[in-house]
């Protein structure tokens, strides 16, 4: 075990998490310093090449090697953030100008936005990596850890040690590595040492005008789960009929395909079952509303060379749903063998276990061994109100409508935001005799993650607002 612990002398850290520091815009500090801000401060620690005095750098070669670590520091409740005053500093220029700063005579002064400083509980964090480390690479972070002045900003002056074990008593529950968490923390990688390098070396031809976000690659983020953070929910419970088409259907035949399709399957079922119930036809009395079935085509979306061509659907029944219902509607598609309907014509038959198409596998879709936070309009969301302006409140209604867990942020457009998604016309979109609403499409990102089938919006139960899940990685 390779552990380093770092003591905030002045009970405070201030670092900036995003680059927003500098627009005033800040409104929270980085929290818990990141390992990668460990990293680049132990790398100046000594310096890197023929910078070197005390070390070799093999220990900074064996670090950014090293899975990410687990962090124990002070959890958010317990940590408060100050948003710092700006000040102003005088622009040394090459000659008099209009005196605007108050101390230096013909020199003008700029704001400077210092950030947010964080005063946690406990002014320690504690860095664990499940590594063992050779003697050579101990001794280098210990001396490395010695000249160590400051982490983040020079306002923070830090002492730095480096153990082979935890301490006895730890400054807050763990903040651990997880792809499913909610918390993007930097770290360092194989190869950080050389971008650090390669950007000091720019710095030095070029001058202080020099970014280090102008610096493709210095900062990698992992995953973490926040200790606050609730358990990652599953969607209740859905009972799925999954059907597969002979040949793929165009993407904007998605309405004609889903009415036919219901039609289709409320038929077979009154023909072999009996009376179809008000979960699969959606007809309920006005006072004792229920959800019911969602039919959705699945088409091909969210890689390089999707088309948005549907190759499958989908018989999606909400929880609880008798499963006497559920045994009648997989009948009734077993006797299913092709669907006519206007301008469509295509032979189906249940999912038999088939790898591909992708499209047509559950595995695509309701997963329950992968999880998502973000989402993408596979097919457009249909509003569910004539809002003028399309809000971020508004978009949380139809998650909620949904089942869906809360609502982060958002973005809306005419267009799909994920390739092979379905542009359709509002003759495409809006049935005939119908009133006519607007729609989107849209990227989410919830709360939570969640698995199985996601749709939003008005026309969820006949085939739009199907989501597709996106990456982790979010911007």
């Known amino acids: 075990m390779l552990v380093i612990t770092v003591e905030l002398l002045l009970g405070t850290f201030r670092g900036d998490p995003s680059g927003l520091a500098a627009t005033g815009q800040l409104d929270r500090a980085e929290w818990p310093p990141s390992p990668a801000r460990l990293f680049a401060a132990l790398v100046a620690a000594d310096g890197t090449r023929d910078r070197m005095r005390v070390t070799t750098g093999v220990e900074l ?45 013909g020199r003008s002064g700029a704001k400077v936005n210092a950030g947010v400083r964080a005063a946690p509980k406990q002014p320690v964090v504690v860095y664990q990596w499940d590594v063992d480390a050779p003697a050579e690479v101990l001794e280098g972070l210990r001396r490395r850890a010695a000249r160590v002045g400051y982490l983040g900003a020079a306002d923070t002056p830090v002492a730095v040690t480096v153990h082979e074990e935890l301490p006895a008593t730890l400054p807050g529950p763990a903040f651990a590595p997880d792809d499913e968490g909610t918390l993007l923390i930097g770290v360092p990688r194989p190869g950080t040492v050389d971008l650090l390098d390669a950007h000091y070396d720019r710095w030095v031809a070029e001058g202080p005008n020099v970014q280090r976000s102008q610096s493709v690659g210095l900062r990698r983020l992992a995953r973490y789960r926040d200790p606050s953070q609730p358990e990652a929910q599953d969607m209740p419970q859905q009972e799925i009929v999954w059907l597969r088409f002979e040949r793929p259907v165009s993407g904007r035949r998605v309405t004609p395909l889903i009415t036919t399709l219901k039609a289709a399957v409320l038929d077979r079922y009154q023909r072999t079952v009996g009376e179809p119930p008000p979960v699969l036809h959606g007809h309920h009395p006005p ?57 469509l014509r295509v032979q189906v038959r249940p999912w038999a276990g088939e790898e591909r198409p992708l499209a047509a596998h559950p595995r695509r879709w309701a997963d329950p061994k992968r999880r998502s936070r973000r989402f993408a309009t596979a097919f457009p969301v249909l509003h569910e109100r004539r809002t003028k302006v399309l809000t971020l409140s508004e978009i949380a209604r139809w998650c909620e409508h949904a089942n869906l867990p809360a609502l982060v942020a958002a973005r809306s457009g005419r267009g799909p935001f994920v390739r092979g998604g379905v542009d359709l016309a509002p003759s495409e979109v809006n049935r005939p005799g119908k009133d006519r609403l607007p729609y989107s499409h849209l990227e989410l990102e ?18 739009l607002g199907l989501c597709v899940p996106l990456p982790e990685e979010s911007s």
């Open 287 to 343: 006072d004792a509303p229920i959800e019911h079935a969602m039919f959705v085509a699945l088409p091909d979306v969210g890689f390089e060379h999707s088309t948005g061509r549907i190759h499958g659907a989908a018989i999606v029944l909400p929880p609880g749903t008798d499963p006497a219902v559920v045994d009648g509607c997989r009948t009734a598609v077993a006797g299913l063998t092709e669907l006519i309907g206007p301008g």
């Open 61 to 105: 070669d064996f670090l950014e090697g090293a899975p990410p670590p687990v962090v124990y520091a002070s959890p958010a409740a317990e940590v408060h953030h100050q948003l710092l005053e700006g000040r102003y500093v005088v622009q040394h220029t090459g000659g008099p100008v209009k005196a605007t700063h108050q101390e230096y005579l």
């Open 446 to 463: 919830l709360a939570e993650p969640v698995a199985g089938i996601v749709a939003v919006g008005a026309g969820r139960y006949r085939g």
